[in-house]
């Protein structure tokens, strides 16, 4: 039978000591990105700051690091234009060791059919679009949709109802029909 040494016990006691002396890191967050419309962005933070701007499926990362033993809480601050996004793992607390977090999932769904962007329009003005007979009026440069999700291969035609003052406004790729799952990319170009 074994009987421990003196020698040997502070011998595991030092290693004991070494192995927790590892822990305490800090980690990076941040996770994957799905359904998020082309063109558009949404806008995510950490513990109510922290804030990032995404425009791309894929992965996702936080600035800075957590130190171990702090919570997260990642929320969505700014929604997509034609979509709705949630945030599943979104909650949790650092290891002990500072693991990375990479388990955040933010999953997007359309809730328009017809989108697009604007540009070139000035400051202070609007233009109004027209899709069957919905109008819709934007003041300002970006991302646009038309409320409401259509039927794969309904038609849609966008044009121009109201210029704004002093511009023009011109539609490009505004007539086609509605492929699920695939946006418009109409683009509204002012000068």
């Not at 799905?34 to 063109?39: I, K, N, R, Y």
């Not at 033993?69 to 290891?95: E, H, K, M, R």
Request: with cysteine; net charge negative; aromatic share 6%.
């Amino acid at each position: 039978m074994f009987r421990p040494t003196f020698a040997s016990v502070l011998t595991a006691l030092a290693s004991a000591a070494l192995l927790a002396a590892c822990g305490g890191g800090s980690a990076s967050l941040g996770g994957t990105l799905s359904g998020l419309p082309s063109g558009s962005t949404i806008t995510l933070q950490n513990n109510a700051a922290n804030n990032i701007t995404v425009s791309a499926n894929g992965s996702f990362w936080f600035s800075g690091t957590l130190d171990s033993g702090a919570s997260y809480a990642v929320t969505v601050l700014t929604q997509p234009v034609g979509a709705s996004c949630s945030v599943t793992n979104a909650s949790g607390t650092i290891d002990s060791y500072g693991s990375d977090v990479s388990s955040v999932t933010v999953t997007c769904t359309a809730t328009a059919s017809i989108t697009g962007t604007v540009t070139g329009l000035a400051s202070g003005t609007a233009v109004t679009l027209a899709n069957s007979g919905v109008t819709l009026a934007i003041a300002s440069n970006g991302a646009f949709a038309f409320p409401g999700i259509l039927t794969a291969g309904t038609a849609y035609s966008v044009t121009v109802s109201t210029q704004p003052s002093g511009q023009t406004c011109t539609v490009s790729n505004g007539a086609g029909t509605v492929v699920t799952g695939t946006a418009t990319a109409i683009v509204v170009s002012c000068t």
